[in-house]
Nanobody, 121 residues
């Protein structure tokens, strides 16, 4: 089993920045892909950024150029640096992990508890 614990959400003005962290513990050797989903009120959960164990990254078009996903393997932690935040980025952000990129994008093996990000205009 793997436990994911997120931190770093909060309230920020439009144009500001936040950094989310996701610390993994347990059987982390089973994780080959990690990412961040978000879910805004009344909308479906969407994958906004993903990173493979080899460091390959992918982003949703809506966040490309503004968000950066990274990982620190020594700390078993994945980060999401969010810059130039917009009110439409307001959502609950969830860390997720899976045994492969396909699993991450379909039915992640593990989820964090979620952290609220609110961007005011």
């Amino acid at each position: 089993q793997v436990q994911l614990v997120e931190s770093g959400g909060g309230l920020v003005q439009a144009g500001g920045s936040l950094r989310l962290s996701c610390a993994a513990s347990g059987s982390t050797f089973s994780i080959n892909a990690s990412g961040w989903y978000r879910q805004a009120p009344g909308k479906q959960r969407e994958l906004v950024a993903a990173i493979s164990s080899g460091g390959i990254t992918n982003y949703a078009d809506s966040v490309k150029g503004r968000f950066t996903i990274s990982r620190d393997n020594a700390k078993n932690t994945v980060y999401l640096q969010m810059n130039s935040l917009k009110p439409e980025d307001t959502a609950v952000y969830y860390c997720a992990a899976g045994s492969s990129d396909r699993v991450l994008r379909t039915t992640p093996d593990y989820w964090g508890q979620g952290t609220q990000v609110t961007v005011s205009s």
